[in-house]
């Protein structure tokens, strides 16, 4: 069946640093793909997504690129900030699919 | 917008009580789900409704587990008796159109469930 596979956790990361959160799926046909972000004591929000191969998502200076070829949805962030701590959850959904797949999340944790 | 709300924000309960949690999703969309989160199983997905009939209820853990959608903005789910390893937070979400069409869910704030 479909799955997500992302990077363990927990992230420990200087402010300004690079983030770069792998994603991997397993899914027949072209899913739609996600992030989704869950701050301490919130619901999960969507962070950005992405609908065919080759798009791009992109949202608050996160971005994400849909590779088919390597079956994967990289989170990245040039110079993340204190304000980014917060767990981050890839997902997808078949494209004959209502349910989205959630992969387990990384905690991300940024110091000043 | 208000988002999805969901009710109460917090409850507390002894091992054999009923307890019902509730969600009004956003207005005008034709999916609700129910996901509960721990530290241990991370998030699962518990049931979905689409257009106020239920889908799939395959990861309802057991009988104890019951949910409803009577009308478009209302959804309950109940518990029924309770026990200690149901203590979880448990998240409403809703959204328009399918996930494998792009649709995005729109998650409440949770209602964090201890029992004692």
């Known amino acids: 069946g479909d799955s997500v596979t992302q990077m363990e956790g927990p992230v420990t990361l200087s402010e300004e640093a690079f983030l770069t959160i792998n994603c991997t799926y397993t899914a027949t046909g072209y899913p739609s793909l996600f992030w989704y972000v869950q701050y301490p004591g919130e619901g999960l929000q969507l962070l950005l997504k992405?609908?065919?191969?080759?798009d791009k998502g992109s949202n608050k200076g996160f971005e994400a690129t849909y590779r088919k070829e390597t079956t994967s949805f990289h989170l990245e962030k040039g110079s993340v900030q204190v304000s980014d701590s917060a767990v981050y959850f890839c997902a997808l959904s078949g494209n004959r699919d209502d349910k989205i797949i959630f992969g387990k999340g990384t905690r991300l944790h940024i110091l000043p | 917008d208000a988002g999805v709300i969901q009710s109460p924000r917090h409850e507390v309960t002894e091992m054999g009580q009923e307890v019902t949690l509730r969600c009004k999703p956003i207005?005008?969309?034709?999916?609700l789900f129910w996901y509960r989160q721990t530290m241990m199983r991370g998030l699962e997905l518990l049931i979905y409704?689409?257009?106020?009939?239920?889908?799939?209820d395959s990861g309802m853990p057991e009988d104890r587990f019951s949910a409803k959608m009577p009308n478009a903005s209302f959804s309950t789910l109940k518990i029924q008796p309770s026990e200690p390893r149901d203590s979880a937070v448990y998240f409403c979400?809703?959204?328009?159109?399918?996930?494998?069409?792009?649709?995005?869910?729109?998650f409440g704030p949770g209602t964090r469930l201890t029992v004692l």
């Open positions: 979400a809703s959204s328009l159109g399918a996930g494998g069409l792009g649709g995005t869910q729109y």
């Open positions: 409704f689409n257009n106020n009939v239920p889908i799939d």
């Open positions: 207005s005008g969309h034709d999916y």
């Open positions: 992405a609908t065919k191969a080759d």
